[in-house]
């Protein structure tokens, strides 16, 4: 039987940047959708089931924080996987808070991947002992 792709879903208002993940992300094998902004992208999200999001903090509309918190009190979406994406120097995962992880920019393509692959739990990846949420320290705007 073939394994189906994993959906990721990339929410950033830099369009360039987001093509470029987008790009990377299905050259690895996952299914990619982008959003610009946290409205569009619980709209996507209602629309069918996304394996993990990975969102740029700070956005018009809706930032990442308020996307997370959304996601976290509805049932449907709250154990779906969230990595934030930021330059802010503060920023860090806490138990039982928002985000399962954070990536500062820049950061590596192997970075991303290997932060995707421990949130979504890729069994062919080995990594038994990290845990999500930051236990461990460490032209409508839309396009399928």
């Known amino acids: 039987m073939a394994k189906v792709a ?6 950033d208002d830099e369009f360039g940047l987001a093509e470029m993940l987008r790009d990377m992300l299905r050259e690895s ?10 409205r569009l992208a619980l709209e996507i999200l209602e629309e069918g089931k996304v394996d993990l999001v990975l969102t740029d903090m700070m956005m018009p509309v809706m930032d990442g924080a308020e996307l997370a918190a959304a996601m976290r009190s509805d049932d449907k979406h709250r ?4 990595i934030m994406m930021t330059s802010l120097p503060t920023a860090r995962p806490r138990r039982g808070g928002l985000f399962d992880a954070v990536l500062r920019k820049p950061f590596t393509p ?13 069994e062919n990846e080995g990594d038994t002992d990290w845990s999500p949420r930051g236990e461990r320290p460490s032209s409508d705007g839309r396009e399928g």
């Open 29 to 38: 094998g996952f299914e990619v959708t982008l959003a610009i902004n946290g």
């Open 110 to 122: 192997e970075l991303l991947l290997e932060t995707i692959r421990r949130c979504v739990g890729n």
């Open 6 to 11: 994993q959906s990721i879903l990339i929410v």
């Open 79 to 82: 154990d779906t996987p969230i």
